[in-house]
């Protein structure tokens, strides 16, 4: 029963980023909701990321922090207190770092020996699918005349007790391409690395894998010392070790 309702909480949350502006917002928020109610887990964690050159350079300390908090007050976020810099070998670190009770925030902007910057702003919610999948459309229409090539990433993660089979790990992973309408680009399904990589035309971000478009990815670890498995789902890949 664990098994049934941890891939339907994925997949509820697949259909919330595929659909969610056919269906509305509100609507969808219910309906997850709901599901996250009946799921046998504690952590149903998630976050989104936007990251990209910036196209306009920021010579100095106060129009970067003066950029980063104009972006910080368009996400809605209050009392964030004043941005920090830190300077090291050549490079330099603007942050606004905005921690609440389920959720935080980093916005940050790196600089690199005065010629190049980049701006990264990450959310994660403790908890809450719902959340990350309403971020990750408003950093899009907020960020993307303001860096070039900007990479949207998105990722939820759930887990259960105990140890899956590959059979189980196969039955999991297909089930949420096939929630997607995405057929397999390419794929490690052993028993170290669990990890597929899929495409669907119903989402309108990818990236290239060789000559291949890819923008969805499921990865599948054990975790020995608490003897659990987790499951990732992310849009379009994982930018960060599993």
Known sequence: MRKRWLVIFLMIWILAGVHILKTGLLEKEEQITQVFGRIGTEDKNSQTEYFGKLKTYLPDTENRKIFLG???????????????????????????????????????????????????????????????????????????????????????????????TNEEKDEIADGILESFG?????????????????YTSGINDYIMQGDYAINVNVAITYEEERDRTHIYVAIPVMNEPY
């Open 182 to 198: 995405a057929h397999v680009v390419s794929e490690n399904r052993t028993e170290r690395l669990y990890t597929v990589y899929g």
């Open 70 to 164: 104009e972006i910080a007050q368009k996400l809605g976020l209050e009392q964030t207190g004043e941005a920090e810099e830190e300077k090291k070998d050549g490079h330099i670190l603007t942050q606004i770092v905005k921690e609440g009770a389920r959720a935080k925030t980093e916005l940050k902007i790196l600089t690199l020996n005065d010629q190049d910057q980049y701006l990264c702003v990450r959310i994660s919610f403790e908890d809450d699918l719902y959340s990350a999948m309403y971020y990750r459309t408003q950093l899009q229409d907020l960020l993307e005349d303001e860096v070039e090539d900007g990479q949207n990433t998105t990722m939820a993660t759930g887990f259960y007790e105990g140890k899956l």
